[in-house]
């Protein structure tokens, strides 16, 4: 027995409005066109389906059972539609976002929880690196997104700004610059720092700062 989709959703659409003709117009289909489906779909099982009346048409016992088996199929076609519907959104699926030290432990958790609470079927897995290896991995399809500091060259990335993360200075109370509610850079140079690994755009970033002062 050879049934496609199509011919059950002509069926069950039958069914619904109580007639071919109302199944047909639901189905999007010419009246003859229509009775022709449901005449091979008879022939094709080996017992009538609808029992014709001047008024409509109601199901046989076999029609019953097509009916029953056909609707659980058809919602089933549909929650596929629906899925991967999403999925060409971009509403469903996996994404792999790095992040800097900064971003991880400062404002990034909060924006996230914000997102998949509106994005429920998006699974996030993210993964602390530096700003300039996070470039890197994005270039290298690793990651489809990653969270640095502007001070990276992003190469031919695109830099969307997501949060201000200002830099502070903390010194012990004793020292002069404690007194100082407003520090100038270049009042620091003298001053021995606690700086990032050599490595970190954000310390690339601070030295640069540092040459011209």
């Given at each position: 027995?050879?049934?496609?989709?199509?011919?059950?959703?002509?069926?069950?659409?039958?069914?619904?409005?109580?007639?071919?003709?109302?199944?047909?117009?639901?189905?999007?289909?010419?009246?003859?066109?229509?009775?022709?489906?449901?005449?091979?779909?008879?022939?094709?099982?080996?017992?009538?389906?609808?029992?014709?009346?001047?008024?409509?048409?109601?199901?046989t016992e076999a029609g019953e059972v097509?009916?029953?088996?056909?609707?659980?199929?058809?919602?089933?076609?549909?929650?596929?539609?629906?899925?991967?519907?999403?999925?060409?959104?971009?509403?469903?699926?996996?994404?792999?976002?790095?992040?800097?030290?900064?971003?991880?432990?400062?404002?990034?958790?909060?924006?996230?929880?914000?997102?998949?609470?509106?994005?429920?079927?998006?699974?996030?897995?993210?993964?602390?690196?530096?700003?300039?290896?996070?470039?890197?991995?994005?270039?290298?399809?690793?990651?489809?997104?990653?969270?640095?500091?502007?001070?990276?060259?992003?190469?031919?990335?695109?830099?969307?700004?997501?949060?201000?993360?200002?830099?502070?200075?903390?010194?012990?109370?004793?020292?002069?610059?404690?007194?100082?509610?407003?520090?100038?850079?270049?009042?620091?140079?003298?001053?021995?720092?606690?700086?990032?690994?050599?490595?970190?755009?954000?310390?690339?970033?601070?030295?640069?700062?540092?040459?011209?002062?």
């Amino acid at each position: 027995m050879r049934l496609d989709l199509a011919d059950l959703r002509l069926f069950i659409a039958i069914v619904d409005t109580g007639s071919i003709t109302g199944g047909a117009a639901n189905a999007h289909l010419a009246l003859a066109s229509a009775s022709e489906r449901l005449r091979k779909m008879e022939a094709e099982i080996g017992v009538p389906l609808l029992h014709r009346h001047a008024r409509g048409v109601t199901m046989t016992e076999a029609g019953e059972v097509l009916a029953r088996h056909a609707r659980p199929l058809l919602a089933q076609q549909q929650r596929l539609r629906q899925a991967m519907h999403a999925f060409a959104c971009g509403q469903r699926g996996t994404l792999r976002l790095f992040a800097n030290t900064s971003a991880m432990s400062a404002f990034l958790p909060g924006k996230l929880a914000a997102w998949m609470a509106a994005h429920p079927a998006v699974q996030i897995e993210t993964e602390e690196r530096t700003s300039a290896d996070i470039v890197s991995c994005i270039l290298a399809g690793v990651a489809q997104a990653g969270v640095v500091s502007d001070a990276v060259d992003p190469g031919p990335l695109r830099l969307d700004p997501v949060a201000d993360d200002p830099l502070v200075l903390i010194v012990l109370p004793a020292r002069p610059l404690a007194e100082k509610e407003e520090v100038a850079f270049a009042a620091v140079l003298n001053e021995p720092l606690v700086a990032l690994y050599q490595t970190s755009a954000l310390q690339q970033h601070i030295e640069q700062h540092a040459a011209r002062s």
